[in-house]
């Protein structure tokens, strides 16, 4: 069993209900455990299209699924409950996104661990450190240390997302 964090988020019709499928749906999947769900933080959306603000938290998980295996998981519950294809970063019923797999980086057509804009989103950011305060970001460093070093980054005017 390796514990992963999952990012996931909403902002089309009932976002708090949205977000308790999501959990609910992803520890019924067989080899998936749902140890933790961090707070809900409501943000702004990324990318420059408008729409309304997101809600989203992140998910501690113990699991026995590959990291592809993972994500086809979750890319089942956004399926579930409804998610379109539509524009690059527009409106979401269901996002989910693996953050970290264990100390584990990988790297595949599909999918990059730790997630590839980890160190550049507060949305993603804190409520990954209120679930685990004392992690490391494989390649990043400390939590705490990404969280200043963006914060520093925001101060000079340098980095993207929110």
């Given at each position: 069993m390796v514990t992963a964090y999952l990012?996931?988020?909403?902002?089309?019709?009932?976002?708090?209900k949205n977000l308790e499928q999501i959990s609910e749906i992803l520890?019924?999947?067989?080899?998936?455990?749902?140890?933790?769900?961090?707070?809900?933080y409501k943000t702004a959306p990324v990318g420059g299209v408008k729409q309304r603000m997101f809600y989203n938290a992140?998910?501690?998980?113990?699991?026995?699924?590959?990291p592809?295996?993972?994500?086809?998981a979750c890319k089942r519950v956004e399926n579930v409950l409804g998610r379109k294809k539509t524009i690059k970063w527009g409106p979401r019923?269901?996002?989910?996104?693996?953050?970290?797999?264990?100390?584990?980086?990988?790297?595949?057509?599909?999918?990059?661990?730790?997630?590839?804009?980890?160190?550049?989103?507060?949305?993603v950011l804190i409520p990954l450190y209120e679930m685990a305060p004392r992690i490391n970001i494989?390649?990043?460093?400390?939590?705490?240390?990404?969280?200043?070093t963006l914060i520093d980054f925001k101060r000079a005017g340098k980095a993207g997302g929110k």
């Open positions: 990012s996931i988020g909403s902002n089309i019709e009932n976002r708090m520890n019924g999947i067989k080899g998936i455990c749902l140890e933790g769900v961090s707070s809900i992140v998910l501690k998980v113990r699991t026995e699924l590959s592809l295996e993972l994500l086809l019923i269901a996002d989910i996104d693996i953050l970290l797999y264990g100390r584990k980086q990988f790297q595949s057509a599909k999918l990059v661990i730790p997630h590839k804009e980890i160190s550049k989103r507060f949305f494989p390649g990043a460093g400390n939590i705490k240390r990404v969280i200043k």
